[in-house]
């Protein structure tokens, strides 16, 4: 079953430019998580934000939520060639002991 | 600290053959996870092990995947016999414990095709 959805599903940029990724969710949520997957690779954990928290940093990630609209933000802030990935949010809805992982937002930086 | 070891990382099957997949999750980990990732989509559940009894395996098609982890370290992921559909990246996880506020370390998954 879907639980996050990712916006866009497809990004575009000019290395040095922001990038916001996006998701919404249906169901109440106690912990959202952002993970990244270079190509052909496993996924790789980047930050994790409890339904109590409204905004955490770390480095040129930035993440928010919005539990009253149900959707969180990741946003990148100079971005480089190394960032060029697929970026994933996962929730535990209804407090489950489980992640479930959108479908992703494929992120390019360009030269 | 060794991260979570798959093997093999690449599988090519005939469709009714069978295969399986090897898993060892990150020393004292006592969660470990079984996904499906199919090309363009996210990663889906199959089968999440607590220690060595399953916490959750709804998705998992139990007519043709079987998954166990002995002594609650390492696991194996089965299919017999395999569907075309079943081509996908089969990824291992491990984390300390269940739920969402922990985060969950991946290994670098298994190709299978299945032809």
């Known amino acids: 079953s879907q639980q996050g959805e990712e916006d866009p599903q497809a990004l575009s940029i000019q290395e040095g430019e922001n990038a916001t990724m996006n998701c919404s969710y249906k169901t109440s949520i106690n912990n959202l998580q952002w993970y990244r997957q270079n190509s052909g690779r496993g996924l790789v954990h980047l930050i994790l934000?409890?339904?109590?928290?409204r905004e955490k940093h770390s480095g040129r990630l930035r993440v928010t939520l919005d539990t009253s609209k149900k959707s969180s933000s990741l946003l990148i802030t100079a971005s480089r060639a190394a960032d060029t990935a697929s970026y994933f949010c996962a929730t535990d809805a209804g407090g489950a002991q489980k992640l479930v992982f959108g479908q992703g937002t494929r992120l390019t930086i360009n030269p | 600290e060794a991260g979570v070891a798959q093997s093999p990382r690449y599988k090519i099957i005939e469709k009714r053959q069978s295969v399986a997949f090897w898993c060892n999750p990150i020393?004292?980990?006592?969660?470990l996870y079984w996904y499906q990732q199919i090309l363009g989509q996210g990663p889906k559940l199959l089968i999440q092990f607590q220690n060595n009894g399953v916490v959750d395996d709804s998705q998992l098609p139990k007519d043709r995947f079987s998954a166990e982890r002995l002594k609650g370290v390492d696991s194996t992921l089965k299919i017999q016999p395999a569907k075309l559909e079943d081509s996908a990246v089969y990824l291992c996880?491990?984390?300390?414990?269940?739920?969402?506020?922990?985060?969950?370390?991946f290994g670098p998954g298994t190709r299978l095709t299945v032809t």
């Open positions: 020393s004292g980990h006592a969660t």
């Open positions: 996880a491990s984390s300390l414990g269940a739920g969402g506020a922990y985060e969950q370390y």
């Open positions: 934000i409890r339904s109590n928290e």
